[in-house]
C-alpha cells in the first residue's frame, strides 16, 4: 500500500472528503528545535489549496480543488486579489512551477476518487485533464496544453525495488522548472525523480529511490485487510516504499527530493535526498546514505508532501506529523501537520519547526521573500503566509 496510499486523490482523499463535510524529528540532521510558534497570516482564502509557487513582490501562484489556476497578488492595506489564471479540471489539485518566459507547468497524478465521492464544486464539471501528464499554459492561452504523458513513460522503466507487485506504476506529484528550461518531476508511484525536456518530450531518469526497513508503529488500530492488515505486531520490521513526493533545486543548486514514507506510514522515517545536478540512474540508498551521486541530506520527518528552498535551507512539509496512515485512520490529532526548516549546520544541520501546532493538514510550500503555505489540503483552505 505504499504507492497507492499516496494517490491522496484516491483513498486518502476520499476518506479526507468525506470527513470535511463540515468544516520530534530524530536523525541525521543532527538537531531539533521547536520555534516559530505566531499565527500565519492569511493571504487569500482557497478551496482545498495544494499547489504554492510563490514569485516574490507578493505574487503567488496556486492551484485548488477542481482544478482552478491562480495568481495570489497581496495589496498594502487592502486584501489581496485572487487573480483566475486558468483551469485544469481535476479532482485533486495539480502542482505548479513556473517556467521561463512566462510559461506555468503543471502536473497532474493519478486518477481520483469516483464521482460519487467528489467534492460538489466538481461535480457536473468538465471531464477530468488526463492523469499522470505534465501539461504547460501561458497568458492568453484556452487551456492548459499537454506536454508529456508521465505514466507512459514509467511503464518502460519499471521501478527495481517495487513492493506491490505494480512496477511500473505512475504518479507524478512534484514538479520544478529548471533555468535550462527542463523540468523536474518527483513520481510518488515509480519512487523516482525524472527530468523531462518540454520542447521534445524526451524524459530521462535522474534517479530512484530505495525502499527502507522500518518498524511497524505502535498505536495505531485494526487494520482492515482492503488497508493492508492486520498489521503484525508494533515494532516488526517491515520494508516500506518512499513515496517520492516531492521536489526542490536548493541555493546550491542541487536538487532535493523529499519522501512520504509508504505502508506503514512509520513516523520519523521519512527521508530528504540531495542529488548532484545532471544525474542519470542514480541510486538513493538507505543503506548506504552517502554513497554516489544522490546523498541524504536530512532524515526523522514524517509524511513530507512538499519541498521548497531558500537562502536558509531546505523546508520539508509534512501532511501531518503523525503519519498519512494515522489521518487515514482516524487517529485524534493525525490533522495536525508541520513545516520543519533545514539549516546546515558543519557537517550536520540544524531542524526548526515553524508555525508550531498552526498547520493543518498543508499541501505546499514555497519561499520568496517570504514563506507560504497552501492548506489545509482537504476542504476550505487558504495560502498562508509565515511571519
Not at 507578493?58 to 485548488?64: A, M
Not at 515553524?354 to 510550500?365: E, I, T
Request: glycine residues 14%; charged residues 20%.
Amino acid at each position: 500500500m505504499g504507492k497507492a496510499a499516496i494517490r491522496i486523490g484516491t483513498a486518502v482523499a476520499a476518506l479526507a472528503l468525506a470527513a470535511t463535510g463540515a468544516p520530534a524529528v530524530a536523525g541525521d540532521h543532527g538537531g531539533h528545535t521547536g520555534g516559530g510558534r505566531a499565527a500565519p497570516k492569511t493571504v487569500a482564502p482557497l478551496m482545498g489549496p495544494r499547489g504554492v509557487d510563490a514569485l516574490g513582490d507578493g505574487r503567488t501562484l496556486v492551484t485548488e480543488t477542481g482544478g482552478n489556476v491562480s495568481l495570489v497578488v497581496e495589496r498594502a492595506h487592502k486584501p489581496a486579489r485572487v487573480v483566475p489564471l486558468s483551469n485544469l479540471p481535476t479532482d485533486f489539485p495539480p502542482a505548479i512551477a513556473k517556467g521561463p518566459r512566462g510559461s506555468i507547468y503543471l502536473l497532474t497524478g493519478a486518477s481520483g476518487p469516483p464521482p460519487e465521492q467528489r467534492p460538489s464544486v466538481l461535480r457536473g464539471a468538465a471531464a477530468p485533464a488526463p492523469a499522470t501528464t505534465l501539461f504547460k499554459w501561458k497568458r492568453g492561452w484556452p487551456a492548459p496544453r499537454p506536454v508529456v504523458d508521465i505514466g507512459a513513460y514509467q511503464k518502460t522503466d519499471p521501478d527495481p525495488w517495487d513492493q506491490e507487485q505494480f512496477p511500473t506504476d505512475s504518479n507524478p506529484f512534484g514538479v520544478v522548472a529548471l533555468d535550462d528550461g527542463t523540468v523536474l518531476v518527483s513520481d510518488a508511484a515509480g519512487n523516482d525523480l525524472l527530468r523531462v525536456w518540454p520542447r521534445t518530450g524526451k524524459i530521462k531518469t535522474v534517479a530512484r529511490l530505495m525502499p527502507r526497513t522500518v518498524p511497524v508503529p505502535a498505536g495505531l488500530p485494526d487494520v482492515p485487510p482492503e488497508m493492508g492488515g492486520p498489521l503484525p505486531p508494533a515494532g516488526t520490521p517491515i520494508v516500506s516504499e518512499p513515496v517520492a513526493t516531492s521536489v526542490t533545486v536548493g541555493a546550491d543548486g542541487y536538487w532535493y527530493v523529499g519522501e512520504l514514507r509508504g505502508f506503514p506510514a512509520t513516523p520519523g522515517t521519512s527521508q530528504v535526498w540531495r542529488i548532484k545536478p545532471g544525474s542519470k540512474n542514480a541510486t538513493c540508498d538507505p543503506e548506504h546514505p552517502r554513497k554516489g551521486a544522490c546523498k541524504r541530506h536530512a532524515d526523522g520527518f514524517t509524511s513530507i508532501t512538499d519541498l521548497a528552498a531558500g537562502p536558509k535551507g531546505i523546508y520539508a512539509l509534512e501532511l501531518s506529523k503523525k503519519s498519512w496512515f494515522a489521518f487515514e485512520m482516524g487517529l485524534p490529532g493525525a490533522q495536525e501537520g508541520g513545516l520543519f526548516l533545514i539549516r546546515p549546520r558543519g557537517t550536520k544541520h540544524r531542524v526548526r519547526e515553524l508555525a508550531a501546532g498552526r498547520l493543518m493538514n498543508p499541501g505546499g510550500v514555497d519561499v520568496s521573500d517570504h514563506v507560504y503555505v497552501a492548506g489545509p489540503l482537504f476542504g476550505p483552505g487558504a495560502l498562508l503566509r509565515l511571519r
